[in-house]
């Protein structure tokens, strides 16, 4: 699933470099784009459980963030099922 994370306190390239650093430790989680300006990650999780990994390094690291999918298993998962002929 993507998601878009907004990191409080994300200013500076020390920062960028700490996140890309703690975040490359956990498998199924892949920093797709970082943003200073606008204090946001794109980052790509393989599930649920990696997504959560994300938010609590980013909490322990001091750099908190707001998550929000923006496409993966949540809205693929509100289609109607499709009858098997």
């Not at 938010?55 to 009858?83: C, H, M, Y």
């Amino acid at each position: 699933m993507k998601v878009l994370a907004h990191v409080k306190d994300f200013s500076s390239i020390s920062d960028k470099m700490k996140i890309q650093r703690n975040l490359s430790k956990i498998m199924n989680v892949r920093i797709l784009d970082s943003d200073l300006h606008t204090q946001a990650l794109t980052i790509l999780c393989g599930n649920e459980f990696a997504l959560e990994q994300a938010i609590r390094e980013l909490d322990r690291i001091g750099l908190p963030a707001t998550f929000q999918v923006i496409n993966g298993q949540k809205r693929s998962s509100e289609r109607s099922p499709q009858p098997v002929i």
